[in-house]
């Protein structure tokens, strides 16, 4: 059995850690993040590193930082959440270190990732079942949860009383 969204994640989290450059997509209508104290604090105090990974953004004042562009495997939709997740990871360090930068690449690549109930044609399955069976750095996402488990034949069997 596959969890196809922790398989996604930490496919496009490894990807992020091995690219030395992030595309980014450039958003057509700026959005503006409105944060709280430490949270704005830390957000203005690491945006030039911030911009390396494939964000855009600048102080916009009174506690508010405007965001012109996002890695290009994230949504629009996604800007805000991932902005005041990063914020709330840097304010708990106060700086970037390479644990916030893995946060910060956890969180992009969870809001990248295949959503619960999307609908996957056999392709996509079946590729990403290959994938996962024959690498051996996806085991697990980048929260921890296990990608994959197996269930033996025994269990089945016993499951539906074929053995006791």
């Known amino acids: 059995m596959i969890d196809k969204h922790a398989a996604h994640e930490r496919m496009l989290f490894n990807k992020l850690k091995a690219d030395n450059i992030i595309e980014t997509q450039s958003l057509l209508l700026p959005v503006t993040v409105k944060l709280i104290g430490d949270e704005y604090t830390a957000m203005v105090n690491n945006i030039s590193q911030l911009n390396e990974y494939g964000f855009e953004i600048e102080d916009f004042g009174n506690e ?39 946060d910060i690449l956890h969180t992009v690549a969870c809001k990248a990732a295949i959503k619960a109930g999307y609908i996957t044609s056999d392709t996509e399955k079946l590729n990403l079942a290959i994938k996962v069976l024959e690498s051996d750095d996806i085991m697990y996402c980048p929260h921890g949860r296990p990608v994959a488990f197996e269930i033996k034949k025994y269990s089945l069997e016993k499951y539906f009383g074929r053995i006791q």
């Open 64 to 102: 508010s930082v405007m965001v012109r562009a996002i890695p290009a495997m994230l949504s629009k939709e996604d800007a805000e959440s991932v902005i005041v997740e990063a914020a709330e990871s840097l304010a708990k360090k106060g700086s970037v270190s390479l644990d916030r930068i893995d």
